[in-house]
Each structure stands twice: as C-alpha cells, then as structure tokens.
C-alpha cells in the first residue's frame, strides 16, 4: 500500500513557477508520512496529483506499485480529508460516512453495519442521525475522516485536517489521529505547514519548499541534519548567524566553529543554531572564548527565553530551564560566556 | 425584602445586541400593511357586496372555471419548464468561461426588464401562423399562438430569470471540494450531480419555481397578444377579471380576484413549508 511520486511536475496556467517540479518521493506503506513546507510550496498540489485531483504535467504517480498516473480519482481507491472538511450538508452523518459505500452499492445492511463500526472508531456512536451542521469543527472532521476511511482506501490523504480548528482541540485531534492510526495502520499521507504536527505524527517527512522537494528523511534526521539552510530554518526556530571561513574555522560575530569540509578561506557562511543548543556560563568563570550579554529575559513557565547580544551586532536567542539559568545566578544585563553545543553550517554559494 | 423587591423590578426587553427591534418590525408591519394588506382588505371587502349565492354563481361560472385550470395549468407548465431547464442555464452561467458570456449574462435578465407586452407582441410574431417560427410548427398541425400552449411558453418566458437568478448564486458558492470528495468517494460525474450538487441547490431551485410560479400567476400584458383571450379556451384569469370589469361587475372582478388571491397564497404557503423541509439540519 505505498506511494511512489517520480518526477511529478504541475504547471497552473498564469503561474511563474511550476507549483510543483520534479518532485519524488516513496511514502512507505503503513507508516505516516508528511509533506510538510510553507504555504505555496506546493504540497497540497502533490497531495491532489496523488487522489487524482489534479492532473500532473509531467511524471508518475503509483500506489501500490501501480501506475495511476491517467486514473481517474474515482477508481484509486484513495481517502481525502479535505481542510474544509467538504461534507455533505443535506445528509445525516450516517448518510456521509456511507457515501462511498452507498456509490459502491453495497446493501444497506452492510453499509449500516460498517457505518457502525466508523463512527465507533471515531469515537461518534449515537451521532448518525445529525447533520453536518449540528456538530462542532473536531466533530465535523472526524466525520471526514470516517467517510474516507468506510472505503477501506488503499491510502490515506489529509489536507491540512487540523487549520480550521482552534489550538486545543488541534492538539486533541493530533493525539486522536496516532491512535487512529496505531489501529488501522493505513498508509498515510499528511499535508501540513506545522512542523510541530508534522515531527509529531509522522515517520517520515518531506519538506517541500517552491514547489521542490528540500529533503526527504525521518522527523529526527530534518530536525538534526537539515539538508539546505531552507530546512534548517523551517524546521525548528534557528538563531541565524553569518560570517566568513578563516583557516577552517568559521569566524560568526564573535564565535567560531569548524568551518564545513572543504570550505575555502574567505567563503562566506551561515550558521543555523538552535536555542537550546547555546549553553551559557558567568563570564568570570569563562574568561577566554565568546562574550555576550543578556539584553533581554523572559520566563515561560518553566523555561526562560534570553536574548543574547553578541559582539558583533548579533543576537542569539536561547532557551533553557529556568531552574539551570537560577543556578548560574545571572540576570538580565550581565555578561556571559557562550558556548555552541551543536550548529549547521551553509556555505553561501549552497543557498537553496 | 431587598432582594424580593429588586427581583420585581421588571426587566426592560431588549432586542439582544441587536437594536432597532421594535423600530424595524414595527416600521415593516406598518410598510406591509399598507403597500399589501390594505389593497387585498379593500377587495375581500369589495367581493363581500355579494351575496353568498352570487359570490358562488360568480366565481364557479365554467368561464371562471376554464379560466382558473389555464392559470394554474400553465404558470405550473411554465414553472416546471423554467425549474428544468433554469438550472442548466444557470450551470453553464457559473460553471464555464466563453466569448459573449456577458451578453448571455444580460439576456437572462431581459425579461424582467421588457415590458412584457413588448414581450407579448413578439412572440406573437414568431409564433403565429405567419410567423417565421409558427408557419413551420403549423405544418406539423401544432398551434402555439392562439392557444393554451402559447399562454404556457409566455409565462415560461416571464418566469425564467427567476429560477436562473435564484439558483446561480448557490451554484457559484458552491464549495468545489464537494464534488472532489464524492469523486474520490468512487461517484462518477452524473452521480455526482444527482446525489451533491442538486440536493444543494434544491432549496435556491424550490425558490426559484416558487417566484417563477407566483410571476406566472399575475401576469397580464405578454399573455393577452398569444392568447387570443377566447373565453373557456385560452383566457387567463387576470384577463377574465378585465373582462367582468369593463362590463361594470365589479363585485364579480372582485371574487374572483378574492379565489386567486386564496388560492396563490396556499401555494406558497405549501412551497414554503417544502423548502423549511428540505433545508431541515442544513442551517442550526
């Protein structure tokens, strides 16, 4: 039950760039894998060209190891949960989550029986009779989500199935989704632009930027070893720092890391650093190395965000547990030592 | 004692955070009152002249009869044919891009505009048996003009711009992702309409049929030049009712503008209640 996208290519008339070229990628079967990028990077257009929504200019789209590429939707054997959930407004509950049964002439007993099953599954027993209407948002996209799931499709698309909702039941219906999904382990494809849901939900993610694919890899490999400073500055926040190489060494507003292999002398760079990844000291303990001074604090809860301006004009963000910065004993207006746990480095003719 | 009395100090009723309650249903009592009910009051009045027995013999007369089953006939034929054909033009109109789509656009309207006895005249010489449409049907044995399918096509005429005004708006907004989802749902293109887009647009349609019908009902000047206006065979009501009131009855008029008046409000009572029926869990 994969996925396979080769070299897919959608072109919309009036459109300076294609909204998607050359995009490849395998979602593997049974697993979650998102496509995860800003707005307009072309995810959902890749997501339509696999539900057949859309038709590709160029390339191949295969499931299960069959071409479907000139399928029409209807014989793809796909679910689609769309954002705006696009349920039936004139029928019951009952009636949308049988929809596709009901299409596919299935005896009424039968649909009844399994229309059972999904609202149980979506945890929705006793809604059948209501309408679309009568529900709240999370209610609505679980009815979505059972009316592509009666079908028993072959794959699973999600369209962005979390904006439309508010933070807290978006944060429920993520959970609930995992669980979902734990149980009937259909392969899964999931557009999204949070990264959060994205690292969250999936095995696998594709990141997607200007219709191209950035990186393909397991949510921890796009967080720790983002392919292009794209990746690594939509994906997780990043302190962003540039400067130049200098005898291997990366020479960054004050602080210097190993220079990427290879690197000329001269070369400029950008560094991509983590606010949690900067570990700071008194500077009286740390006299030599980098200096900086806390130009502003703010605790959130248990952790502390600080601003850290550096020697150049540079500031660097960083968070930590406010128990650690009451240990150190610093406040707001003094001056540390900095140190970089972990950095990516770019060099700039590699922009991407 | 303090908490009793301050319980049954009366609440001043207010309009929600909506204002102008009472201003604006009491300005729309008064507007209707006036501008409908007065009128109608007068000829309820009118037709009351009359003595049960005349009031009967008046609008139970065959010609009176003859005429009620032309009216209804034909505004429901017209109504019918605009709710079948309206929504395809309707359809084209919102689904599609063509050269001269805005011609088409203001065609639609133009019989809202057109003095409909303009409206009358010329289909009259199309259709007549000299006209350049009428001579050929002719040869076929079949009579437009001068006959009750004449009064039919009329108000077909008259009534299509409500059905294509009332459904093309809903067909426009109607969410696209709704026809994605049944298509992945496995349901081909006419299923597709049959069983999502008609059930919504079903309420606009009703709506539509229901003005278009009503339209029919009261109309006079385009149906008196096709008809031929022969008494029990192609006189509408209205015209009937110009008939009895050129020979001086006007209690007679009265009557039976008294059983037109009864009978179009049941129906769109009954249309009405259909659609509260078809819109039923649609809207919270």
Redesign the interface.
Known sequence: MSVTVEHLTRRFPGGSHPAAEDVSFHAPAGAVTALLGPSGSGKTTVLRAIAGLEEADAGRVSICGEDCTRMPPQRRGVGFVFQGYALFEHLTVRGNVGFGLRVRGVSRKERDARVDELLELVQLQGYGERYPSQLSGGQRQRVAFARALATRPRVLLLDEPFAALDTRVRVELRAWLRELHEQTHVTTLLVTHDQEEALELAQQVVVMHEGRVRQVGTSLEVYDRPATPFVASFIGNANVLRGHVQGGRAALGGLTLDAPGGAPDGARVHAFVRPHEVRIARAVEEPSGAHAVISALTRVGDSVKLSLQLAGRDTLMVHMAHAELEALGLTQGERVAVGIRNARLFVEEHAG | MMEAALRSVPLRRRGGVLPGYGLALGFTVLYLGLLVLLPLGALVLKASTLSWEGFVAAVTGPRALAAYRLSFGASLVGALVNALFGPVVAWVLARYDFPGKALLDALVDLPFALPTSVAGIALTAVYSQNGWLGQHLAKWGLQVAFAPAGVALALTFVGLPFVVRSVQPVLQDL?P??E?????????RL?TVA??VL??L?PALLTGFALSFARALGEYGSVVFISGNMPLRTEIVPLLIVTRLEQYDEAGATAIGVVMLGASFLLLLVINALQARAL?????
């Open positions: 969410d992702h709704l994605e989802a049944a298509a992945v749902l496995g349901a081909g299923r069983w999502v059930p919504a079903f039923r869990g649609r809207k919270r």
